[in-house]
């Protein structure tokens, strides 16, 4: 039996991130409307013709078309190409690291919903509901198999993840006497857990957090005096900063910590 080099599988990850990136433009476009990603078809924003399966080739299409669409002229947004390459760099990088098929599958699917929930949430401040509850779901299915974290872990830290994020948002809002927090971050938490456990639910708030102050607090000032009524921090993005560093590197910054504080 020939055996394949490493190489062919890490272009065919990637030429497979590249069509989900394209499934997860759509993903992050209509889910936050409640809109559905099957019915209908994708469509040109400026003129409403449905788009053929030749101009929704994954990063050539755009190049080709110069982005424009093809019959009225219409600019096509960079996120498309931009979304695709990234997911596509991201399975082809987990193909290539990862010590398993199955663990390159379970970072790289983990890490292109944790771009899907910030790019809607940075765009819409939303965390849509299609992407946390079914990658919960994912997540603990995944422990269920030899060498990811077992299913008690995966359900543990979803609990945990949970919970403490509920607790948070009810220690906030008794504190600042308004609401603070969505649920979607809450559900998201539990999705975080569902993948990397307890503890990585503790190291994601803390690596979010930390982002959240050095980087989302000045840009929000920043805004706030451009456009005093659009102020918002997006804690999503950066819990999914936090829960990438945490799949990522997570062992290793734990590894580190034992060994020079403790």
């Known amino acids: 039996m020939m055996l394949l080099p490493d190489w062919y599988f890490v272009i065919v990850a990637g030429l497979f991130g590249a069509a989900l990136g394209s499934f997860l433009n759509v993903c992050v476009y209509r889910w936050p409307a409640d809109l559905s990603v099957i019915s209908p078809r994708s469509r040109c924003g400026g003129c409403g013709q449905p788009i053929a399966w030749y101009d929704n080739i994954p990063v050539l299409s755009w190049l080709a078309l110069r982005a424009r669409c093809r019959h009225c002229g219409s600019r096509i947004s960079p996120q498309y190409p931009l979304v695709e390459l990234g997911v596509a760099g991201l399975w082809a990088i987990a193909a290539w690291q990862a010590g398993s098929l199955l663990e390159a599958v379970r970072v790289a699917s983990f890490l292109t919903i944790l771009l899907g929930i910030a790019l809607t949430d940075a765009r819409d401040m939303v965390i849509p509901d299609q992407f946390t509850i079914p990658g919960t779901a994912l997540g603990i299915c995944f422990a269920a198999f030899p060498g990811a974290p077992s299913v008690l872990t995966g359900a543990g830290g979803a609990v945990l993840g949970y919970l403490l994020l509920w607790a948070v948002k009810l220690a906030a809002e008794k504190a600042l006497g308004k609401p603070a927090l969505g649920v979607g971050d809450i559900h998201m938490m539990a999705l975080v857990g569902a993948f990397t456990g307890p503890l990585g639910v503790l190291l994601t708030l803390l690596i979010g957090s930390v982002l959240g102050l050095v980087l989302g607090v000045p840009a929000m000032w920043v805004r706030g005096r451009l456009a005093p ?34």
């Not at 804690?235 to 990438?244: D, N, P, T, Y």
Request: charged share 5%; aromatic share 14%; net charge positive.
């Open 229 to 262: 009524l659009q102020t918002y921090l997006p804690l999503g993005l950066f819990l999914a900063l936090g829960a990438a560093v945490t799949v990522i590197w997570g062992p290793a910054l734990v590894g580190w910590y034992v060994r020079t504080m403790l």
